[in-house]
Nanobody, 116 residues
């Protein structure tokens, strides 16, 4: 079955950087999408970034120019490089795997990112 495990979160000062990664196993959609989401206390889940099988990425307006999503298919890993972090970025970040239409059905447990 599909399993996603995030790692690399932590606490940083505003303006700092973090680069969490997500190891994916059992993913059987050859042209599927991998995405990063976040959820802060009291707020709804928010899509942060996504990348398709061709490496084409999309981003939420709030993180454009600061975050970069990438994937390494050989390593079955998706990354999220987060620069110029703001306190508003504080949330539980988790990755998800979906099909070609970005219908995400598999989720990791999340990694905490705290910016102060």
């Amino acid at each position: 079955h599909v399993q996603l495990v995030e790692s690399g979160g932590g606490s940083v000062q505003a303006g700092g950087s973090l680069g969490p990664s997500c190891a994916v196993s059992g993913y059987t959609y050859p042209r599927g999408c991998l995405g990063w989401f976040r959820q802060a206390p009291g707020k709804e889940r928010e899509g942060v970034a996504a990348i398709d099988s061709d490496g084409i990425a999309s981003y939420a307006d709030s993180v454009k120019g600061r975050f970069t999503v990438s994937r390494d298919n050989a390593k079955n890993t998706v990354y999220l490089q987060m620069n110029s972090l703001k306190s508003e970025d504080t949330a539980l970040y988790y990755c998800a795997a979906g099909n070609y239409y970005a219908e995400y059905n598999y989720w990791g447990q999340g990694t905490q990112v705290t910016v102060s």
